[in-house]
Nanobody, 116 residues
Framework: VQLQASGGGMAQAGGSLRLSCAAS????????MTWYRQAPRKERELVAT???????SYADSVRGRFTISRDNTKRTVFLQMNSLKPEDTAVYYC???????????WGQGTLVTVSS
């Protein structure tokens, strides 16, 4: 599986951005998909997950502001980010984990910068 993230950029506080992560190379439907982020001088943290069955979960810091979704026909996972805050500034990574095998994959990061 190869993952290609896009959609990062600059936004003002209160604004919105939509990240996309397109997958290729395997059966997308069999992978749980997760967005992580890593801010400068901080550890990577989980942002949101969507399972193969469509169940979603979020970090407390983004719940109610971010929405993760997937389009299996387009082999793509999305992260809609609303009400952005400067503390959302980070490199965002998509991650795929097979629902029963041990294989997993990381995409390259996409930078999100939120100014106050």
């Amino acid at each position: 599986v190869q993952l290609q993230a896009s959609g990062g950029g600059m936004a003002q506080a209160g604004g919105s951005l939509r990240l996309s992560c397109a997958a290729s190379g395997s059966i997308f439907n069999n992978y749980h998909m997760t967005w992580y982020r890593q801010a400068p001088r901080k550890e990577r943290e989980l942002v949101a997950t969507i399972t193969t069955g469509g169940f979603t979960s979020y970090a407390d810091s983004v719940r109610g502001r971010f929405t993760i979704s997937r389009d299996n026909t387009k082999r793509t996972v999305f992260l809609q980010m609303n009400s952005l805050k400067p503390e959302d500034t980070a490199v965002y990574y998509c991650y795929a984990r097979h629902k029963w095998r041990s294989d997993d994959y990381w995409g390259q990061g996409t930078l999100v910068t939120v100014s106050s």
